[in-house]
């Protein structure tokens, strides 16, 4: 009886295991009916013409997801993200740091450095831009506009401060901190006894 060379032997292996993995690839497609299509943030953004801001925190699409994102979803992804009305991003604040950290931090970057989209330090917008870009938004960029969802008050405070940003007039990247309240002893095996 002719020994079979071990080189071809282990060429039959792997053929019959790289046929096995295509068999079954399409098997499982065939069994789910054939070529799915699969809609993408971007696809969802060019069919709605809502930028991915409007679903998402961050436009990259990692994050919790904004009221209007949930509400789309929850109604079956329609042709239209839904209008809220009336919704206030930041009910009863007036500062101009804290509404940038609520409605534009995550994409910005706390400290204007840009995160997923332009860095607004050293860009030396005008209040009256920064007031206008706001409100309206920047489509073609993917920053959603926050018109109705800001008071006067609010959005004259928050492109007060984004003005500010570009010139270098603000610090956001120091933050005081209360002292500490918590004291720890630590004590033999790994558990802290203290106030």
């Known amino acids: 009886m002719k020994r079979i060379p071990p080189a071809v032997v282990r060429f039959g292996q792997l053929a019959f295991i790289i046929g096995a993995a295509i068999a079954t690839y399409f098997g499982v497609q065939w069994s789910l009916g054939g070529e799915r299509v699969v809609s993408a943030?971007?696809?969802?953004?060019?069919?709605?013409?809502?930028?991915?801001?409007?679903?998402h925190v961050n436009p990259?699409?990692?994050?919790?997801?904004?009221?209007?994102?949930?509400?789309?979803?929850a109604r079956g992804r329609p042709e239209a993200i839904p209008d809220l009305p009336g919704l206030m991003i930041a009910p009863g604040v007036t500062d101009g740091l804290e509404l940038y950290d609520i409605a534009c931090a995550g994409c910005h970057g706390y400290s204007g450095e840009g995160l997923f989209a332009i860095d607004l330090a050293g860009r030396e917008i005008s209040r009256t831009a920064a007031r206008t870009f706001i409100r309206?938004?920047?489509i073609d960029l993917g920053m959603p506009a926050f018109g109705d969802q800001l008071t006067e008050e609010q959005l004259e405070s928050l492109?007060?401060?984004?003005?500010?940003?570009?010139?270098?007039?603000?610090?956001?990247n120091e933050y005081p901190l209360l002292p500490a309240q918590f004291i720890c002893v630590p004590v033999y095996p790994y558990t802290c006894e203290g106030d």
């Open 41 to 55: 943030l971007p696809e969802y953004s060019t069919r709605t013409g809502e930028p991915c801001g409007a679903c």
């Open 60 to 73: 990259g699409g990692g994050g919790p997801r904004t009221l209007r994102g949930l509400l789309w979803g």
């Open 136 to 138: 309206r938004g920047i």
């Open 159 to 172: 492109s007060t401060f984004v003005a500010d940003l570009g010139e270098g007039l603000v610090l956001t």
